[in-house]
Each structure stands twice: as structure tokens, then as C-alpha cells.
């Protein structure tokens, strides 16, 4: 068990709809990023906050965004869903904000119908 | 943010070592090497991380050289539940660089 929990677990939904993935860091981390990853393809790096501050931006699309709360737990909002946004979104947490070790969630897998 | 440049993907025999090397010709100063370990459908999880020249944990060991261009990762004796992605990294743990992967090195262990 890394310390950082996402949910849900699951979540099928139609295309157009809207989503909300959530990311509870292990405590004291500072540091969340999220990621996506298709079948059978590489991590692709999305967004990263920092203490509640968005640090640096990836290949995130315009439909997507996030938000680190006071509490450090963070969201991520999927609108206007396609097909492809079908994939494993894993959130992850640090201590640092720098490339040091984080720590994964299990991640949640998006299907879109 | 280095550049990593590692195998798509390597064939093993249970028991033997394998190393993965990878190659980071960019790599600054305040950079470490980090090192990934992905199973299907599950989140990456750390294995080790050094600066310069070597570093030995339960589960793998890091060499460096001292241009610190590359750097080889090295799986004692594996079994066939090390078949996994391997990811390197490269980065400035104090500054803002942001956990960036690659394609990874696919790793199969045969019986």
C-alpha cells in the first residue's frame, strides 16, 4: 500500500459526459501529479500541483483540468469525454516537488461508451 | 529536462542478472537518476535512485560512471515476477522538474 488513494476504482460513463477522478497523497506530501495511461502505451505525464499551486503542465488537454485543495487532496475533471479518454489515470505524491520518489496510487480506469 | 534513452525491451532467463542501461547525455548538474518499476495495470513503484557511482538496496542496484552520461540498472538473479516496465529517470530533485516518463524498458523473464 503506497499511502495514496484514488477513487473511484472504476467508472464507466457515455461519451460527453462529464467525470471527477479523486487523489488523497500520502500524508505530508506536498506534491501531486496526475497521469494517464492508454492500453498499452507510456505514462503521459498531465499536470502537477505543489502546497496548492499548479508547479508544471503536460500533455493535458483543454477538456481536462485540476485542482490541489487546502487539504491537499486533489481533482481531476474530465469534460466533453471521447472514446480515446478511455485509459488508467494514476495520481501520484511527493514530498518535494522535484524528481525525487513518489509514491503511486492504484489509479482509477476511465472507460468511455 | 534530460533526455532518456533506454531498450524498448529485453529477453531474460530466470536466475540470471539483468542490466538495463540507460543513456542520459544531457543530464545536469543538480540531476539524480531515478528508476521505475510499472506491473500491468498497476502504478509504478520506486526502485532506487543515485547520483553517482554506485548504489545498492534490497532490490537492485545503480551504476553510474563519472561522466554520469548513462547509467545501468542491475536485477540480481530475477524470477518471473520481475517481468515488468523499467523507467528511467533524470531530474533535479530540489528544483521544478516534474516526474516526465519515458517509454520504458519492457522486461520478460523466462522459466
Known amino acids: 500500500d503506497s499511502g495514496v488513494t484514488q477513487t473511484p476504482k472504476h467508472l464507466i460513463t457515455a461519451t460527453g459526459q462529464r467525470v471527477t477522478l479523486r487523489c488523497s497523497p500520502r500524508s505530508g506530501d506536498l506534491s501531486v501529479y496526475w497521469y494517464q495511461q492508454s492500453l498499452d502505451q507510456g505514462l503521459q505525464f498531465l499536470i502537477q500541483?505543489?502546497?496548492?499551486?499548479e508547479r508544471a503542465k503536460g500533455n493535458i488537454l483543454e477538456r481536462f483540468s485540476a485542482q490541489q485543495f487546502p487539504d491537499l487532496h486533489s481533482e481531476l475533471n474530465l469534460s466533453s469525454l471521447e472514446l480515446g479518454d478511455s485509459a488508467l489515470y494514476f495520481c501520484a505524491s511527493s514530498v518535494v516537488w522535484g524528481s525525487g520518489e513518489a509514491f503511486f496510487g492504484q489509479g482509477t480506469r476511465l472507460t468511455v461508451v | 529536462l534530460a533526455k532518456t534513452t533506454q531498450p524498448i525491451s529485453m529477453d531474460s532467463y530466470e536466475g540470471q542478472e539483468v542490466n538495463i542501461t540507460c543513456s542520459h547525455n544531457?543530464?545536469?548538474?543538480?540531476?539524480?537518476i531515478t528508476w521505475y518499476q510499472q506491473f500491468p495495470s498497476q502504478g509504478p513503484r520506486f526502485i532506487i535512485q543515485g547520483y553517482k557511482t554506485k548504489v545498492t538496496n534490497e532490490v537492485a542496484s545503480l551504476f553510474i560512471p563519472a561522466d554520469r552520461k548513462s547509467s545501468t540498472l542491475s536485477l540480481p538473479r530475477v524470477s518471473l515476477s520481475d517481468t515488468a516496465v523499467y523507467y528511467c529517470l533524470v531530474g533535479d530533485i530540489t528544483g521544478n522538474t516534474p516526474l516526465v516518463f519515458g517509454k520504458g524498458t519492457r522486461l520478460s523473464v523466462i522459466a
Open positions: 500541483y505543489y502546497n496548492g499551486e
Open positions: 544531457n543530464i545536469a548538474t543538480n540531476d539524480y
